[in-house]
């Protein structure tokens, strides 16, 4: 790790971790684990699979904190999974289940990577990606932390982090991707941030997460594969319910234009009272442009190998 790399590592995030309100969503102890396995396995489990990529439903577990705090335990959440696919007869449901099971798996192996793997903690899986020629811009880094980029997807993800200490999975993978392939950050860096504000901050997930999604992992995203923010935001927040929620100032926006508010005209600004560059930013890169620029440089680094 170079000398430029390990003092930006150090670099100090002016907006410290605001203290989260007492009706937070997110509540810890055993009684409230167990509560919320409950509720999962009577309510969601069973749609597992086809509500977890849409940030607006109430499809995911939130087990993530009480995992990692031990107030329930992995194999605990993995009994109760099992006995709801043994009552399950419908082949369907059987998959919405196992969906879920897999991401305890997930969880697990990436505690087995990192055991056997002690210099992820500074280092990427695929050694050869660590030649990368990232982008170490203070200011770039800081929109993105702030939730400033100027794509409401994005935007909205880092708010509900810096607010609740808490992102929905799917959001982190976007914001993720973007941070690594749209701006070339250094994953490590967005590895760091994500510590620092998560409430379920978890070692070997979020560093396999991080990785993943920056293609230097190990079962990573291929490095040519790689998220258009925009097709995300239709695909998983279709009526910008999320966006809103998170990004106030564009809640005024109907849906053609809530995941893209910079093509609205002057006129379509000036009745939705959004001025683009004022109220909200203009995209801080273009998209098309900074994709064909990521795989470019990782092609320079593989084509060495």
């Not at 002016?14 to 309100?21: A, G, I, V």
Request: proline share 4%.
């Amino acid at each position: 790790m170079n000398l430029f790399l390990k003092a930006f590592l150090e670099f100090k995030i002016k907006n410290e971790r605001p203290e989260l309100s007492q009706s937070g969503f997110l509540k810890g102890g055993r009684k409230e684990g167990l509560k919320l396995l409950k509720n999962f396995y009577e309510n969601k489990i069973h749609r597992y699979k086809s509500d977890r990529d849409f940030p607006s439903l109430n499809g995911t577990s939130f087990l993530s904190a009480h995992l990692h705090f031990g107030t329930i335990g992995i194999r605990e959440a993995f009994r109760t999974a099992k006995v709801k696919l043994d009552k399950i007869k419908s082949e369907n449901d059987s998959k919405e289940v196992e969906t879920w099971i897999n991401e305890l798996l997930w969880r697990e192996f990436y505690y087995h990577i990192t055991f056997h793997n002690p210099q992820l903690t500074y280092q990427s899986f695929k050694k050869e990606y660590d030649d990368l020629k990232w982008n170490y811009d203070e200011t770039e880094f800081c929109k993105w932390c702030e939730g400033k980029t100027g794509y409401p997807i994005v935007d909205a993800g880092m708010r509900q982090l810096n607010t609740e200490g808490w992102m929905h999975n799917r959001i982190r993978m976007i914001v993720a991707m973007f941070l690594t392939k749209d701006l070339f950050i250094d994953w490590r860096l967005g590895e760091k941030y994500f510590a620092e504000k998560l409430i379920d901050m978890d070692f070997s997930s979020n560093n396999g997460g991080w990785q993943w999604s920056a293609s230097t992992g190990v079962d990573a995203q291929p490095y040519f594969r790689i998220f258009n923010p925009y097709l995300q935001s239709k695909k998983f927040d279709p009526n910008g319910e999320y966006i809103k929620k998170y990004v106030p100032e564009l809640s005024s926006l109907p849906v053609e234009f809530v995941h893209e508010p910079q093509i609205m005209n002057s006129a379509e600004q000036e009745k939705y009272k959004v001025t683009i560059g004022k109220d909200y930013p203009y995209p801080m890169t273009d998209h098309k442009a900074a994709k064909d620029i990521a795989i470019r440089n990782f092609k320079e680094v593989t084509n060495k190998i």
